[in-house]
């Protein structure tokens, strides 16, 4: 019997983007179904979130990625430009942005067509793996292709159906934290919460309990 979890995502998140072609790759080659529940950033819902912060965590951030990517040879490299506009010095969040809204919604609606883990990984690989000016030319066209989707049509849905894929993501948001965490990347199987890029192995461990199987 084919398993199923939930995986909790953001595209603004790189521990998401070093995550998720490791989940991708677990489904391929397992009997498990993974589906997509993209979130907005805590850029969007608590805009403070970085003020807030040690002084050091961004730094630290910075570095400890870096070597997560190098570690499991993951390409990698500072989004250009940010899915977020922010001003790193001030760590201030700017009031528009036009880059989130579009790729969570189009995430959502790759999510409904079953293809949401595809859909990030190739659309991950863009922001997070050094590609310069990503939300330009064909670069998210052809990731929507390489996941066996349309970019026109996404876009298409993002934008007329905005409200209904908003009040799913508001959903996913609300279903995450009901399982018992607040960020991502968070896979979530049969209620209980795996967080981090570092807890795959552990939730791949857990599934093999439960029956998981090559396929």
Not at 167 to 180: D, K, R
């Amino acid at each position: 019997m084919t398993l199923t979890a939930d995986l909790f995502w953001s595209f603004r998140s790189p521990y998401s983007y070093l995550a998720v072609g490791r989940y991708r790759a677990l489904a391929a080659s397992h009997d498990v179904a993974i589906n997509l529940r993209p979130v907005y950033p805590l850029a969007v819902r608590q805009p403070d979130f970085f003020e807030r912060n040690h002084p050091n965590w961004l730094s630290y951030t910075m570095r400890d990625m870096i070597r997560v990517a190098q570690f499991h040879g993951i390409p990698f490299g500072p989004p250009r430009p940010d899915p977020i506009v922010q001003n790193i010095a001030t760590r201030e969040i700017a009031a528009e942005q036009p880059y989130i809204y579009r790729l969570t919604r189009m995430g959502q609606a790759a999510a409904r067509r079953g293809k949401g883990v595809p859909f990030a990984h190739e659309v991950g690989q863009m922001i997070w793996g050094g590609a310069q000016d990503w939300h330009l030319g064909g670069h998210l066209a052809d990731a929507a292709k390489r996941a066996g989707l349309d970019l026109a049509e996404l876009d298409a849905e993002a934008e007329g159906d905005a409200a209904a894929l908003d009040t799913e993501i508001a959903a996913n948001q609300v279903a995450l934290e009901i399982a018992g965490h607040w960020g991502v990347p968070t896979l979530v199987f049969e209620g209980e919460p795996f967080f981090g890029q570092d807890r795959i192995e552990m939730a791949k461990w857990r599934m093999e309990q439960k029956g998981l199987r090559p396929r």
